[in-house]
């Protein structure tokens, strides 16, 4: 993102015209690392600013979406609730052409009246905000020490002072710029190395704009000539890739304000990690449970497999028994006719020296009937194992099909509830949330239902009529879709245009081709106490199709 000192001069601009005299209503900190101030204005209502000192997107900006706040306030947050709750914004304006917008407050109670200043320092990995007074500092979100940093120190009760200057040329000053470049043109790395504030992705928009390297003039007139056309940069896939002042790039979407199209830039970001940091969550939790069964399963194999050998110890005890006569106390082994094998054999049948031929044959017998407990007992533990298994498989094969966080939601109740996920704290009387809607089309007449996870593929069956059409992959794990039929005949297109949408949302849909079997409601059942989205289907058909979600219009 092009958080230079040349885009926040457009930010700072409209946030003075929108927040001055403003009165600070609610302060909040959603992140460790951002700061949210609801402010009331006359002209505009309420209005979230936020304040992001995070690496990756430090910026200063107008928030678009609610986001939820930690149990605890963190202290930078208690402390800005102390000196600026119901304060009113006199100025928003930025220091020099640097990366700092100072927000001016005057903080009036009924016994006393200050005036505060928030220095929101939007510099990458070295964002920081400190709340000052008088020119000292109250408190920073980021603290140093002495020890830490001996140029600039951050803490309570410190004279603040700005970062140390860069050496570098002010775009503001045309004598300036003149002097670092003379009669030459520069390129978007000399411009950004050797001018104040202007990052690469602006020098490169201020090169694109003139057709190439440019000459001092020609890049003061960019920077200082007050033209801007706010807008959002896409990329070929059709994705926000950034928000600029101005742009010659073909793939934008212009803004009235550079603030609206921050919000749209940012409101993107915010929902994509979201998502992001869900799904990444929920995959760990599930594949370290799968991991946990699939050790477990190969623990039950290693045990079935030991045990493979219970006839043969039967036979031993067997065969001694049989030859007892022959057999004295003290013996090591002897060799006795298989009498059960169809070919003539001898084996050689290991004895306790300490045990009797008779003891030898009990323990023979002893350790057979062990064996035969153990692969009782671990058959219908390797069965429970094998469908525990396969159900978390079904749970991954959703996740990976997600494309939102609605399609997240329950499939973390699910996890939750399985014990894969720690239940978060409640907090109070929370009411429960909407389930999320199914997935639904129209595809020429036919509405189309299609599952997000396991608990609505159960919705979506308990809500099919007995002749309507039900889908789901053969041999992968999927969503589940059902075709409305309303009495009607169900078209071998519509068929067709619902499993590729079903084959879509399955373990399969990076195959060319896929089965999909389908059948009448009334034949497809969910046996009691079975796993969520588990079902057995009778009086099937089946149809290839190559997966697609788009061969039916969504509807929204």
């Given at each position: 993102?092009?958080?230079?000192?040349?885009?926040?001069?457009?930010?700072?601009?409209?946030?003075?015209?929108?927040?001055?005299?403003?009165?600070?209503?609610?302060?909040?900190?959603?992140?460790?690392?951002?700061?949210?101030?609801?402010?009331?204005?006359?002209?505009?209502?309420?209005?979230?600013?936020?304040?992001?000192?995070?690496?990756?997107?430090?910026?200063?900006?107008?928030?678009?979406?609610?986001?939820?706040?930690?149990?605890?306030?963190?202290?930078?947050?208690?402390?800005?609730?102390?000196?600026?709750?119901?304060?009113?914004?006199?100025?928003?304006?930025?220091?020099?052409?640097?990366?700092?917008?100072a927000i001016d407050f005057d903080c009036v109670s009924d016994f006393s009246f200050s005036s505060l200043t928030l220095y929101c320092e939007i510099m990458g990995k070295y964002s920081n905000m400190v709340l000052v007074e008088k020119g000292v500092i109250l408190g920073a979100l980021k603290q140093t020490t002495l020890e830490e940093n001996a140029k600039r120190v951050l803490f309570s009760g410190a004279k603040y002072t700005l970062p140390p200057p860069q050496g570098k040329a002010d775009p503001t000053d045309g004598a300036a710029l003149a002097e670092l470049m003379g009669e030459g043109r520069a390129d978007e790395r000399a411009i950004s190395a050797n001018v104040e504030g202007i990052a690469f992705s602006t020098a490169a928009e201020i090169c694109a704009h003139y057709g190439g390297p440019v000459s001092a003039e020609e890049l003061y007139d960019y920077v200082n000539g007050g033209v801007s056309e706010p807008c959002v940069v896409f990329d070929e896939r059709g994705e926000p890739q950034d928000f600029k002042v101005r742009s010659e790039a073909a793939g934008r979407k212009l803004y009235p304000t550079l603030l609206e199209a921050q919000t749209a830039y940012y409101d993107y970001i915010y929902v994509k990690k979201t998502f992001d940091d869900g799904r990444r969550k929920l995959t760990g939790a599930l594949r370290s449970a799968i991991k946990k069964a699939e050790k477990r399963l190969a623990q039950i194999n290693g045990k079935l497999l030991e045990c493979d050998s219970a006839e043969e110890i039967k036979l031993k005890g067997e065969l001694i028994t049989a030859n007892i006569y022959r057999l004295e106390r003290g013996m090591d082994s002897f060799e006795a006719d298989d009498y059960y094998s169809q070919t003539p054999r001898k084996i050689k049948i290991a004895l306790d020296r300490q045990l009797t031929p008779a003891q030898n044959a009990q323990k023979y017998y002893k350790k057979y009937a062990k064996m035969k407990r153990t692969v009782q007992a671990l058959s219908g533990q390797k069965e429970e194992t094998e469908v525990k298994l396969d159900y978390l498989n079904s749970i991954a094969a959703h996740i990976d099909a997600a494309e939102c966080t609605d399609d997240l939601k329950e499939t973390a109740d699910e996890l939750t509830a399985e014990g894969i996920l720690k239940r978060p704290p409640e907090k109070g009387k929370k009411k429960a949330d909407a389930p999320a809607p199914l997935r639904e089309y129209e595809m020429d007449g036919f509405r189309v239902l299609v599952g997000r996870n396991n608990a609505q593929n159960d919705r979506l069956l308990k809500s099919l009529s007995p002749d309507d059409v039900w889908l789901h992959v053969n041999r992968y794990h999927s969503s589940h879709a059902g075709i409305i039929c309303e009495g009607r005949k169900v078209p071998d297109e519509v068929i067709a245009k619902a499993a590729a949408a079903c084959a879509y949302y399955s373990e399969a849909r990076g195959r060319d081709k896929v089965t999909v079997d389908y059948a009448p409601r009334k034949f497809v059942k969910k046996p009691s106490k079975s796993a969520p989205g588990f079902v057995t289907y009778t009086d099937y058909s089946n149809i290839i199709v190559t997966p697609d979600p788009m061969r039916g219009e969504r509807i929204k």
């Open positions: 993102m092009p958080q230079d000192a040349f885009t926040l001069r457009a930010v700072t601009g409209e946030l003075e015209a929108l927040l001055v005299g403003g009165k600070i209503s609610k302060i909040n900190m959603p992140e460790k690392d951002e700061l949210s101030l609801i402010v009331y204005t006359p002209r505009s209502g309420s209005v979230r600013l936020e304040i992001s000192a995070s690496a990756k997107y430090n910026r200063i900006s107008i928030g678009g979406r609610d986001k939820p706040n930690p149990a605890n306030a963190p202290n930078f947050c208690m402390l800005l609730r102390k000196h600026l709750q119901n304060a009113t914004v006199t100025a928003v304006r930025q220091i020099g052409f640097e990366r700092i917008v």
